[in-house]
């Protein structure tokens, strides 16, 4: 993958298993949330490709994916509430329909997972930086997605917050695959089933504990 002439990935050729929780570090300006956004496919490698498969084992252009990007990527300028922040993760959902009391009670109901029921109508120009985080989480997990892809989702949380994401996480893992990229792995490692490390190219830790790189292959 190059931006301009700088190559910014190279040498990536990786599989992502139904139920795996991938937990992926690296250096600053490694690569790490560009990876993600191939792997999204918001942005088109230099050469090869990204495949899904279905339940059934079948090619497909689409599958049920959750995104958190990083909050840097969001204008909290743009006139819109807490509330349509979340429930936008609904949009293009079958099944599912804002207006009706159903799509109401699922918003209403991961507004108070994460903690934002309160500032529901509040424009997300007014939220502090955790909280804009969190509103974002609730869009990307309030359809319950087969794949969720979450780009430093620790990011601007205090403390309180941060326990509590870790219990989403763990509820979350019994159903989805997670992609999860941080710089912190204390407690993340001990969820992770595998643990990538991107700097410029992909390395596979297989320490018993994660983070320490020293051990990794």
Request: hydrophobic share 40%.
């Amino acid at each position: 993958m190059r931006w301009d002439a700088k190559e910014v990935l190279s040498g990536i050729n990786m599989t992502v298993e139904r139920g795996d929780f991938l937990a992926i570090t690296g250096p600053n300006g490694g690569g790490k949330s560009t990876l993600l956004r191939v792997i999204l496919k918001l942005l088109s490698p230099t050469s090869g490709s990204v495949e899904y498969f279905d339940t059934a084992g079948n090619l497909t252009e689409r599958l049920p994916i959750g995104y958190l990007p990083q909050k840097n990527m969001i204008d909290s300028r743009f006139p819109i509430t807490v509330r349509e922040v979340v429930s936008s993760g609904l949009l293009g959902k079958s099944g599912v329909k804002n207006g009706c009391a159903s799509g109401k009670d699922i918003v209403d109901e991961t507004l108070r997972l994460i903690e934002l029921h309160s500032h529901a109508d509040a424009p997300i120009g007014v939220l502090s930086g955790g909280q804009l985080q969190r509103a974002l989480l609730g869009r990307a997990i309030i359809s319950s997605p087969e794949v969720l892809v979450l780009d430093e989702p620790l990011s601007y949380l205090d403390k309180h917050f941060e326990e509590h994401i870790y219990s989403i996480l763990r509820d979350l893992s019994a159903s989805a695959t997670i992609l999860l990229v941080s710089h912190e792995m204390s407690v993340i490692s001990t969820m992770a089933t595998r643990h990538l490390i991107v700097d410029h190219t992909l390395h596979e830790c297989r320490a018993r504990h994660h983070y320490v790189a020293s051990e990794c292959d």
